[in-house]
């Protein structure tokens, strides 16, 4: 369900600087994650526009082949797919370019697999992907346009809020 553009959109900037541990309960149905080695675009954009669609993800899907193959096939970039039941039910995106900083690009949950326990599992899986590496800092920023959920689900996983700011939702654009 699209909701209605606010004028004013807050981003908060959250960062981990120690492995948390996160110990989480599988979910009964068996959920499986798979790093996706060459992801095929046209996958990726199926993710990213099913996972954001209700959010207003929008900049990768402009971009055309040649620009997203250069971001997503890269040697820095990880990307991992949550499945349930056999089917995709999520996405995770890492990038390793700034490393011994790791950043969490996306990460999200197709609106048919919310609400399921899915994304604590998933998100706690990544945080512990990253941790195995002995990086140094995991970031990721998430805003009020996000799944309202979404702040509540990293700080829960062990990221801490450091910076906030007000963008006009044009900015966003």
Known sequence: MRRAVPDTVTVTFLEMRANPNNKT???????SIVRALDMPLHF?????GTVGRDYMWVDRLRLGDR?????IHNADVELYVLYCDGVPAGYAELNFGEYPDV?????????????RGL????????????????PNRLHVQTCTLDHPAALGLYEACGFVPFAEVVKNAEELA
């Open 67 to 71: 620009a997203l193959a250069k971001l």
């Open 44 to 48: 990726y954009r199926y993710l990213y």
């Open 103 to 115: 950043e969490l690009v996306h990460f999200g949950l197709v609106p048919e697999a919310t609400g």
């Open 25 to 31: 309960l599988v979910p009964e149905r068996g959920p």
């Open 119 to 134: 994304g604590r599992h998933f998100l706690a899986e990544i945080i512990s992907q990253v941790w195995s590496r002995s």
